[in-house]
């Protein structure tokens, strides 16, 4: 059964850091695309950073502030998320794509499994 477990959310001052982790099971990891969106209430769900075997992409929004990357050893990826901003409060969540062109990784209908999201939280 394909499953995608995100934690790792929280409460962080502005500035602060946290990392994000999605845990996937019933599938190899290294096989496909993962991506995180993030959703805040009464705003469109928007896709934040993708990873595969060979690519990476990012939002304009977090570009230079978040990382993602993958451990294959314990089907985890990452997002590892610096100098947050208030902005970025939202709940997270990570998705496994299907077979995509890359300028479309930001469009929820190309993902069809999702993990339940964490909630981040960036206040004073």
């Known amino acids: 059964e394909v499953q995608l477990q995100a934690s790792g959310g929280g409460w962080v001052q502005p500035g602060g850091s946290l990392r994000l982790s999605c845990a996937a099971s019933?599938?190899?990891?290294?096989?496909?695309?993962i991506a995180w969106f993030r959703q805040a209430p009464g705003k469109e769900r928007e896709g934040v950073s993708f990873?595969?075997?060979?690519?990476?992409f990012y939002s304009n929004s977090v570009k230079g502030r978040f990382t993602i990357s993958r451990d294959n050893a314990k089907n985890t990826v990452y997002l590892q998320m610096n100098s947050l901003k208030p902005e970025d409060t939202a709940v997270y969540y990570c998705?496994?794509?299907?077979?995509?062109?890359?300028?479309?990784?930001?469009?929820?209908?190309?993902?069809?499994?999702w993990g339940q999201g964490t909630q981040v939280t960036v206040s004073s």
């Open positions: 990873i595969n075997v060979g690519r990476k």
């Open positions: 998705a496994r794509a299907s077979r995509l062109p890359f300028s479309l990784w930001r469009d929820p209908p190309n993902y069809h499994y």
């Open positions: 019933g599938f190899a990891l290294d096989d496909y695309g």
